[in-house]
């Protein structure tokens, strides 16, 4: 997808023909999509209760066997945002796709069997349609992995909403020594939708002092003071796809042991940026970046993997860790992360957002990462 195609957004169409050549690879006649992700970046819709039957061959035509189901209230968005799918108006809109597809006789049914509950999967067979339901995980999530240039855009923005709000929340004062953890987030956050956010990735971690060595920690009213680590983990949602970034700063003066620490973690996230490229394990990136801390004499207190995909959900494919399997392809968007975390003392993480891109990744998130003293 080119720039210009960028401009004029997501081809929904395109999406579903790749989607149909994994269908069947995987020997189906169509595939159940439930996962109301999955169905907004197949058909662009948004509301709160779908599904979608997706075609695989073209015997019949298998646009013209593609339908979305939804339920009265979303009888005109679902035109609005799906014109090219036939819709079926239903209280129970995935019982009336597989009546469809029962009566079409399409013979294997493809189902998310990784996120349909048991309830859902005995009332696809309880129909009795004369269908074959099989498991057919992650099909959906395979072609998201993969980013087009729209979805790119949307994550630019997404970023630079991010990247603008903690300029404003720094430039307005607004992490300081006396202020609380929760005062700075719901600043920060605030910060976001000045800049474009239209909503946050997830609840932002403000953590100071030794709350900045629990890796996801929830803010509190601890109170900031001088010398504290503070570590900042956000992101803005725009266009539906999610940033993520986290920097860490320190107040006031810093301690050797914290320009130590720091120094490590920031060669740790080089090494893991550096790493990133078409056809390179996910694992051995994890590797390059954590061989790093190892060196350093930290690598017990790296506890968790180094990035994972982002998107449309802030946790996607692939995932970077020493048990990721696969390859890294071009146009796959990550997180880099590596983090060091010292407990009851404090620790530090460093985040960015990138894309795999042939002569090396594509950084979206653009605020600096040099060690920064907070006056």
């Given at each position: 997808?080119?720039?210009e195609?960028a401009?004029?957004?997501?081809?929904?169409a395109?999406?579903?023909?790749?989607?149909?050549?994994?269908?069947?690879?995987?020997?189906v006649?169509?595939?159940?999509?439930t996962?109301l992700v999955?169905?907004?970046?197949?058909?662009?819709?948004?509301?709160s209760?779908?599904?979608l039957?997706?075609?695989?061959?073209?015997?019949?035509?298998?646009?013209?066997r593609?339908?979305?189901?939804?339920?009265?209230?979303y009888?005109?968005?679902?035109?609005?945002?799906v014109p090219?799918?036939?819709?079926?108006?239903?209280?129970?809109?995935?019982?009336?796709v597989?009546?469809l597809?029962?009566?079409?006789k399409?013979?294997?049914v493809?189902?998310e069997?990784?996120?349909?509950?048991?309830?859902?999967?005995?009332?696809?067979?309880?129909q009795?349609?004369?269908?074959?339901?099989?498991?057919?995980?992650?099909?959906?999530?395979q072609?998201?992995?993969?980013k087009?240039?729209?979805e790119?855009?949307?994550?630019?923005?997404?970023?630079a909403?991010?990247?603008a709000?903690?300029?404003?929340l720094?430039?307005?004062?607004?992490l300081?020594?006396g202020?609380t953890e929760?005062?700075v987030?719901r600043d920060?956050?605030?910060a976001?939708?000045?800049h474009?956010a239209?909503?946050?990735?997830?609840?932002?971690?403000?953590?100071?002092?030794?709350?900045?060595?629990?890796?996801?920690?929830?803010?509190?009213d601890?109170?900031?003071a001088t010398?504290?680590?503070v570590?900042?983990?956000f992101?803005?949602v725009v266009?539906?796809?999610h940033?993520d970034?986290t920097?860490?700063?320190?107040?006031?003066a810093?301690?050797d042991w914290?320009?130590?620490?720091y120094?490590?973690?920031?060669?740790?996230?080089r090494?893991?940026?550096?790493?990133?490229?078409?056809g390179?394990?996910?694992?051995?990136?994890d590797?390059?970046?954590?061989?790093?801390i190892e060196?350093?004499g930290?690598g017990e207190?790296f506890?968790?993997?180094?990035g994972h995909?982002?998107?449309?959900?802030?946790?996607?494919?692939?995932?970077i860790a020493?048990?990721a399997?696969?390859?890294?392809l071009?146009g796959v968007?990550?997180t880099?992360e590596?983090?060091v975390?010292?407990?009851?003392r404090?620790?530090?993480?460093?985040?960015?957002?990138?894309?795999?891109r042939?002569?090396?990744?594509?950084?979206?998130?653009?605020t600096?990462?040099?060690l920064t003293?907070v006056?």
């Open positions: 997808m080119s720039a195609d401009s004029r957004g997501p081809d929904y395109a999406r579903r023909g790749a989607l149909r050549s994994l269908l069947v690879q995987n020997e006649d169509a595939l159940l999509v996962d999955n169905i907004r970046y197949l058909t662009g819709f948004t509301g209760n779908a599904a039957l997706v075609y695989s061959w073209d015997r019949f035509g298998a646009e013209e593609t339908v979305i189901g939804t339920d009265g209230r009888r005109a968005q679902v035109a609005a945002q090219d799918v036939r819709a079926e108006i239903a209280r129970a809109p995935g019982r009336r597989t009546e597809a029962g009566e079409w399409l013979g294997r493809g189902f069997s990784h996120s349909v509950t048991v309830d859902q999967h005995r009332g696809f067979v309880e009795r349609t004369g269908l074959e339901f099989v498991g057919a995980p992650g099909l959906v999530e072609l998201r992995a993969v087009d240039s729209y790119v855009e949307q994550l630019r923005r997404a970023c909403a991010g990247d709000g903690l300029a404003s720094l430039e307005r004062g607004g300081r020594p202020r929760r005062q987030a920060l956050e605030w976001m939708y000045e474009g239209e909503a946050i990735s997830f609840e932002t971690i403000v953590a100071a002092g030794a709350n900045s060595a629990v890796p996801h920690h929830r803010p509190t601890a109170v900031l010398g504290d680590f570590k900042l983990d992101g803005a266009g539906g796809y940033s970034m920097r860490t700063y320190v107040l006031g810093v301690a914290q320009r130590d620490v120094e490590v973690v920031a060669r740790a996230q090494a893991g940026c550096a790493a990133l490229a078409p390179v394990k996910a694992a051995d990136v590797a390059a970046s954590r061989a790093v060196d350093a930290h207190l506890v968790h993997g180094l995909g982002v998107g449309l959900q802030i946790h996607e494919a692939p995932g020493r048990t399997t696969g390859t890294l071009s968007a990550v880099v590596p983090g975390y010292f407990p009851g404090g620790g530090v993480r460093i985040e960015d957002t990138l894309v795999v042939e002569g090396g990744p594509e950084l979206l998130t653009r600096g990462k040099d003293v006056d």
